[in-house]
């Protein structure tokens, strides 16, 4: 049974999808089990993440985190742009890089990814 009280067998995909983490992490079948549920928390994170984007005003700094949702990238991709000189400007805040929310407007407007 699983966690929505049905006694419906996962499908084929997501046996795989379990199959395939459980041997990369060298996870047990319980610590599995709640993929679907984790997915959905991500989702909800990126979700509220997006959220605050929006909602912020147009001088807000976002981080490497919240700028690689907000582009559909990843942190690591980002990274690569700031080395490589490309991507969004950026300003170093402490240690961190920050992006204007303005400035990834602009960037996602300019096409300049593809």
């Given at each position: 049974m699983n966690n929505r009280g049905s006694t419906k067998e996962p499908s084929e995909g997501l046996k795989r999808l379990r199959a395939t983490i459980q041997e990369r992490m060298a996870a047990t079948p319980q610590?599995?089990?709640n993929l679907p549920d984790d997915l959905k928390r991500i989702a909800d994170s990126r979700n509220a993440i997006r959220f605050e984007f929006e909602s912020a005003p147009d001088t807000s700094l976002f981080g490497d985190r919240e700028a690689a949702v907000v582009l559909d990238t990843t942190t690591s991709v980002l990274?690569?742009?700031?080395l490589g000189k490309r991507g969004p400007n950026w300003v170093r805040v402490g240690?961190?890089?920050?992006y204007q929310k303005s400035?990834?407007?602009?960037?996602i407007a300019s096409g300049e990814r593809q």
């Open positions: 610590q599995i089990t990274g690569l742009w700031r240690k961190s890089p920050k400035e990834l407007l602009r960037f």
